[in-house]
């Protein structure tokens, strides 16, 4: 999947490359090969309908919540689960290669929680395809949820090229992977509503210059909202509880025949210097 991405339409295009290799084994099976990523592409969305019809019939909110491993997905979902879980019905899809780590620290927390090993019949993919999940809802009272929120695979490339029927993308990035990252990854990042800044409490201890990450965003994705936190010490996580509870009355809108798109965010002002949250 690496050299095609998929256009807002749903065609699919190669990448443009510069001289890094060897690519002239493609030359004869490039034709197939397209043909061979629509037809799978194809599938999956149909599940992914299914899928959509499913949440829409339960009135669930669904967020296909992505990331790079070690972002801390997992941990703002524990937070997530413990500030919002007298408010919101919570479910977690929690989808791993392997190992049942994540899902084992959110069980407990009151969170119905389901977990998709990709290595167990999937062949260790590393994303989610709409096929997947499905695979992971029966194991869910989806009848007694407001909020689902399947944790993608960690990686920055491939859960963004599968729809899964979700209401909404967001995913998480952590300052501590520099800069650049969505311009050399645009298409995670153009294919979210909504990008979590997580780990600011080490803003203090590293050379990261946010204004240039918020310029590289912005040049990629104008129009997603932007939420800064901090997952290990709370800070900021009022606004990403506030984005779900905004997404859970559009869904509840929605059922009710007033469809209403994700709000614009308005442009953030951002802080003349760093709160000092030092490591004690």
Not at 120 to 142: I, Q
Not at 189 to 197: G, L, T
Request: aromatic share 4%; hydrophobic share 40%.
């Amino acid at each position: 999947m690496g050299r095609f991405h998929r256009h807002a339409d749903g065609t699919l295009a190669e990448h443009d490359h510069r001289d890094v290799g060897d690519h002239t084994g493609y030359l004869e099976t490039g034709t197939e090969r397209v043909a061979v990523l629509e037809n799978i592409l194809s599938e999956n969305d149909r599940t992914a309908q299914r899928n959509r019809a499913d949440f829409s019939r339960a009135g669930i909110t669904t967020v296909n919540l992505m990331s790079s491993p070690g972002a801390g997905k997992t941990t703002l979902l524990k937070r997530t689960i413990t500030s919002l879980g007298e408010r919101l019905r919570l479910g977690i899809l929690e989808g791993d290669i392997a190992t049942s780590l994540d899902a084992d620290e959110l069980d407990g927390l009151g969170a119905a929680v389901s977990l998709v090993n990709t290595s167990a019949g999937f062949g260790g993919e590393c994303h989610l395809d709409a096929t997947m999940v499905r695979s992971g809802l029966g194991r869910l009272p989806l009848d007694q949820l407001d909020v689902l929120i399947i944790e993608n695979v960690g990686n920055l490339v491939c859960p963004a090229e599968f729809d899964v029927g979700q209401q909404a993308r967001a995913m998480v990035y952590a300052i501590t992977e520099g800069e650049e990252k969505p311009l050399k990854y645009p298409v995670m990042f153009r294919a979210c509503d909504v990008v979590v800044v997580n780990k600011l409490d080490l803003l203090p201890h590293l050379d990261f210059d946010l204004d240039r990450f918020l310029t590289n965003l912005r040049a990629v994705n104008p129009t997603a909202r932007v939420i800064q936190l901090s997952a290990r010490t709370g800070e900021g996580m009022a606004e990403w509880c506030d984005c779900l509870l905004d997404m859970r009355a559009r869904r509840i809108d929605m059922d009710a025949g007033f469809p209403q798109p994700l709000p614009q965010p308005l442009p953030q002002p951002l802080p003349q210097s760093p709160p000092d949250h030092r490591h004690h």
